[in-house]
């Protein structure tokens, strides 16, 4: 981020900071949060504010955001926008007749849909630039809305404020699956199914078949939701037109409805066996993306982090027990069990992993009953975490999973895991060697 761009950002910062902390410091926590960790300008703020004392949920309203970054359910959004399309309609909500205004509206991040249900004096005409203050997100078909009430302030900008939008009824941007990012508009794909399978859910009252599972390239492989029945096989060879991409803490996730093209493309394409081999990711490619699904990294552990070893669980809900309290169910009976939650480098970033009791035995050689005669003897459940933290520090580690991201950097939760017996030295420079070469 250059620092001319910088500068409102920090003055805003430190004006809710006070004395806390120093411009120069509030400029470099910022280029942190923005160019390492990958955080929007807004959530970034809010971080730093929230980690040095200051109101942080105050502090985050009024903050002009792009539509991208909107999320569902969200109460208080404000944004700058141009008016793609304005359409009014009558409907009849609690028995009385109203007149409501909807449409979609973009700027250069995505587009999203609109509903205005408070219009008495309101116009909004295709091609006006808008200001929002005060709008609030619901989500439908797994994609944002963004909806003005009875809270909200709009008013019309200079036409030339957004030159460039990502028209919704445009063609869709041919991408490859690890180039999807959160909040992409109409794009396209082309991929193998590797899995699938049929759910009813409810929307709006509404029961609704959807179709949800993993569809892979050669570039990577990404969760899937279809909102219409496009008679998708496990095998199948696809292209999706008109695609957008939603996420769950980060890991970015494809949704497509009946607005979409879906078709069965017959072509030379990897198969379901190659598309499944392990592929090692670098984590730096994965906070660029901000989360991936089933990805696979290899790095030294640098951290065994409390709550390793063995420990306790709340037996109603399974959340670990805190000395033997549970945040919602109290004082409770505690059910043993075994975890590691390390941080692993691989040169190029770091992630947080949690590895369950089933890995963990097998990394460490050990069973749940093993751990537990251990700490018996000892009389101290930290023995454990203790010859964990002796056994793992600085071993280089094959994970796989799931990973996301949230203002606090990148996590796993780890459904494979493998160790090696290289020379943490040597590794460490094969690994600088392969941040090398990628870029």
Known sequence: MEIQNLAPHVQEVARALGDKLSEDEIAEELRKYVDVYRLSIPMAKKTIVKKYG??????????????????????????????LSSNDKEITAKGEKKRIIYGFVGDDSTTLPYTAWETEGLTLAKGEVISVKGAYTKEYQGRVQVNFGNRVTIRKEDPETIKDVQVADGPPKVVTISDLREGMGYVQVKGRVLSVEARDVTVKGEPKRIFSGVVADESGKVQFTAWSDFKVKQGDILKISKATVKGWRGIPQLNFDERAEVGKVKEKFPSAEELQKVTVSMISDISARGGATDATVRGAIIEVRDGSGLIMRCPDCRRALQKGMCKVHGRMDGVPDLRIKAIVDDGSGAVSAVVGRELTGGLMGCTLDECMERAKKSMNLDVVKDSFEEKLLLKVVTLTGNVTADEYGLSMIVNGAGTGLEDVRAEVERLLVQLEESR
Do not use: T
Not at 63 to 81: C, G, I, M, T, Y
């Open 54 to 83: 200051g109101d942080a949920e105050s502090f985050s309203v009024g903050f002009q955001r792009k539509l991208a970054e909107l999320r569902p359910n969200e109460p208080n959004v404000d944004f700058v926008a141009k008016v």
